[in-house]
């Protein structure tokens, strides 16, 4: 009796038989994949078909990182909530004063009979790029003269003094950022009012608060602020806080190192003013106008003074050759010209008879010379 397996556990080909035929069917594919691209179309039609599939099970994770970023926001949110009501009661509260204040310095100000502050007027830029130069403190914003920017305008942002405008192009303009080494800023302390000059490091991470003498009363914390006297910039920009204060004896002043209450390197956004200071100017430079009038005044007379002193040279040299000259010529013309008419004038119509005209001799030879035949 042959013993055969029931139709139900036929195996079909061997196991090694099968290996071989897929193997050689994915190399098959591979290779068609990556020469002719055959299989696009199929996997596309496969990524789509899974799509759910894949959305389904990430759905655990999605929910998971939802929920931690919802609360994380939330969180974060509720905070900075806190601090944007409290910085605006703040905001109110010298909205208030300053317009008291604004009511009360105009008040004084017409019974002072002074003239009011000058308007300031600004233009928002965006920073685009820092300049190539590693050693200089400077960023390129996207305004330029076209759009009204001028040379020498304070840069500002929401929290106190950028920089200033150092060099305009048409479409961009260079700031010299408040931390240059070659960039100073006048200005006074809020608590005593003594007036200075800061000027910027050569680390560009600080200021340094020159001219203080070591008697003057500066405190660690102590605000800066723009004193307004140079005409450039407007007085009462926050500017920078003192951080240290060192007072050595054998020095006349002391140092004072500050830092600016603005983000200078973190700024993206700024404001560029336009500050119109209608004070008069100097008197050294009204003098040295009045002084260069004068040179120029004086300068005309002499100079006229000049043109008549060469006329008269000119005059007397002329003079000088005709004394030179022999007195022949006018004997010659003198005796060229006809005798003087008498005295007596006669009329055009006079018929008076003239004498006859004497006759003349002619030439007797020289000697040594034979007549002519």
């Known amino acids: 009796?042959?013993?055969?397996?029931?139709?139900?556990?036929?195996?079909?080909?061997?196991?090694?038989?099968?290996?071989?035929?897929?193997?050689?069917?994915?190399?098959?594919?591979?290779?068609?994949?990556?020469?002719?691209?055959?299989?696009?179309?199929?996997?596309?039609?496969?990524?789509?078909?899974?799509?759910?599939?894949?959305?389904?099970?990430?759905?655990?994770?999605?929910?998971?990182?939802?929920?931690?970023?919802?609360?994380?926001?939330?969180?974060?949110?509720?905070?900075?909530?806190?601090?944007?009501?409290?910085?605006?009661?703040?905001?109110?509260?010298?909205?208030?004063?300053?317009a008291l204040l604004g009511a009360e310095n105009a008040h004084l100000r017409s019974?002072?009979?002074?003239?009011?502050?000058?308007?300031?007027?600004?233009?928002?830029?965006?920073?685009?790029?820092?300049?190539?130069?590693?050693?200089?403190?400077?960023?390129?914003?996207?305004?330029?003269?076209?759009?009204?920017?001028?040379?020498?305008?304070?840069?500002?942002?929401?929290?106190?003094?950028?920089?200033?405008?150092?060099?305009?192009?048409?479409?961009?303009?260079?700031?010299t950022l408040l931390t240059d080494k070659d960039q100073a800023v006048p200005v006074q302390i809020v608590r005593t009012g003594l007036r200075s000059v800061i000027y910027g490091t050569p680390k560009g991470d600080s200021l340094d608060l020159r001219f203080v003498p070591i008697s003057a009363d500066v405190q660690t914390g102590d605000e800066l602020v723009t004193s307004g006297l140079d005409g450039v910039y407007p007085p009462g920009l926050p500017v920078a806080k003192v951080v240290r204060v060192d007072k050595q004896a054998d020095t006349a002043f002391a140092r004072v190192v500050c830092v600016p209450v603005a983000p200078v390197r973190g700024a993206r956004q700024l404001l560029v003013l336009h500050y119109q200071n209608d004070v008069p100017p100097r008197p050294e430079e009204a003098e040295s106008a009045a002084d260069s009038a004068k040179a120029a005044k004086a300068k005309k007379p002499a100079a006229d003074k000049a043109g008549a002193k060469g006329a008269d040279k000119a005059a007397e040299k002329g003079s000088e050759k005709t004394a030179d000259k022999p007195a022949e010529k006018p004997a010659a013309k003198s005796a060229e010209k006809p005798a003087a008419k008498p005295a007596g004038k006669e009329p055009a119509h006079s018929t008076r008879p003239t004498a006859p005209a004497a006759p003349v001799k002619p030439a007797t030879p020289a000697a040594g010379q034979g007549a002519n035949p």
């Open 111 to 175: 019974l002072l009979q002074l003239s009011q502050r000058a308007t300031i007027q600004s233009i928002p830029a965006e920073i685009q790029y820092d300049t190539s130069d590693p050693f200089t403190q400077k960023v390129v914003i996207g305004r330029g003269s076209q759009q009204g920017i001028q040379n020498g305008s304070p840069v500002v942002n929401e929290d106190g003094v950028i920089g200033q405008i150092t060099r305009v192009f048409p479409l961009q303009a260079e700031v």
């Open 1 to 98: 009796m042959e013993y055969s397996p029931p139709p139900l556990f036929k195996q079909g080909p061997s196991a090694l038989a099968r290996l071989i035929f897929f193997v050689v069917l994915a190399l098959a594919l591979l290779i068609s994949d990556a020469r002719f691209k055959t299989l696009e179309i199929v996997r596309g039609v496969l990524g789509a078909g899974l799509y759910p599939l894949q959305r389904a099970a990430l759905v655990p994770r999605d929910l998971f990182m939802g929920a931690a970023d919802l609360a994380v926001t939330s969180a974060t949110l509720r905070a900075e909530n806190t601090k944007l009501r409290e910085r605006n009661l703040q905001l109110s509260q010298q909205a208030n004063q300053s």
